[in-house]
Each structure stands twice: as structure tokens, then as C-alpha cells.
């Protein structure tokens, strides 16, 4: 049914924007701070056991935010399709409310950079190009795509 399809793109982004509203959160007061056991970590488990630490030589210098994931790889990546399944198909565009529209498309980029993953950031990034090249004439995602490499480069 095309009326409920037409609500996908909006009930993700209220999911994408608490999820980088999330990873914000844990990036200001840190990974233990609104952490619920059983939703946000598994019972029992510890974000210590995870592997969320940046390193520069042997000295932890940051760490990646995972948001709900438990793992910051897996929340960038999927930050990453979604961003680029967004684009791709037009369905940001279904999102009648300019505003909460940008909001969605700052939320899912934000979520990108707070994960830390230079994996997701690369999708992104080739997922924006491809498309920006495949169109030519979105100006706009150019600079998404330049934003999405350099500034984690500039963290």
C-alpha cells in the first residue's frame, strides 16, 4: 500500500534523529552515562568489552559512539545506506517539512561522523558520489560528500 510506504521515510527519520540525538549524548557525557542494559547494551555486557576505542600510538584519544548498536562500525554503516538509499530514491523528498527534512539528513550524517567508522564514511561517500556523477546536478550532495570525507580527517 503506497500510504504506508509513503510513512517510511518519516518514521526513520524520527528513529535516525533519537539515534544521533543518542550518540551525542554518549560523545558529551560519555558511554556509560545513559546507559540502559537490555535496550542500549546487552544484559550483563560492558561497553568496555567493546571495541570503541581511538587510539593514537598506544594512547586512547576518543572513542566511537555506537548510539543503540553496540558497535559505532555497524550504527556508521547503516547510517551510511540509509543516507544513500535516501538520496538515491528520492524518499527524503516525501518528507513534506523542509525543516525536519534537513533535520533527517543532518541526523544521518551526524550519525556517520559520531560512529568514527572510516568505513561508513567511504560508503557514504562513493554511494553521493555515484549518484552526484550519475545526475549532475546536485551541487548539494557534492558538498555532502566532501563534508562526510574531510571532517572526520579534521576531528
Known amino acids: 500500500d503506497n500510504h ?38 546487552a544484559k550483563g555486557d560492558s561497553f568496555l568489552n567493546k571495541n570503541l576505542n581511538i587510539y ?3 594512547n586512547i584519544v576518543s572513542f566511537k559512539s555506537p548510539s543503540t548498536y553496540q558497535s559505532g562500525n555497524l550504527f556508521g554503516q547503516t547510517s551510511a545506506i540509509v543516507l544513500v538509499w535516501f ?3 528520492n524518499l527524503l523528498m516525501l518528507i513534506r ?22 568505513t561508513a564514511v567511504l560508503a557514504a561517500f ?28 579534521l576531528i
Request: glycine content about 6%; proline content about 2%.
Open 4 to 41: 504506508h510506504f509513503a510513512k517510511t521515510p518519516k518514521l526513520l527519520g524520527y528513529i535516525f534523529i533519537i539515534l544521533a540525538l543518542y550518540a551525542l549524548s554518549q560523545r558529551l557525557f560519555g558511554l556509560d552515562f545513559f546507559k540502559i542494559e537490555g535496550l542500549t547494551i
Open 97 to 118: 517539512n523542509k525543516i525536519f527534512r534537513n533535520l533527517v539528513l543532518l541526523s544521518l550524517c551526524a550519525c556517520i561522523l559520531l560512529s568514527f567508522s572510516r
Open 126 to 153: 562513493l554511494g553521493l558520489m555515484f549518484i552526484v556523477i550519475s545526475t549532475k546536478k546536485h551541487l548539494k550532495l557534492t558538498i555532502l560528500g566532501i563534508f562526510s570525507v574531510v571532517l572526520p580527517f
Open 56 to 58: 593514537q600510538g598506544s
Open 87 to 89: 538520496v538515491e530514491t
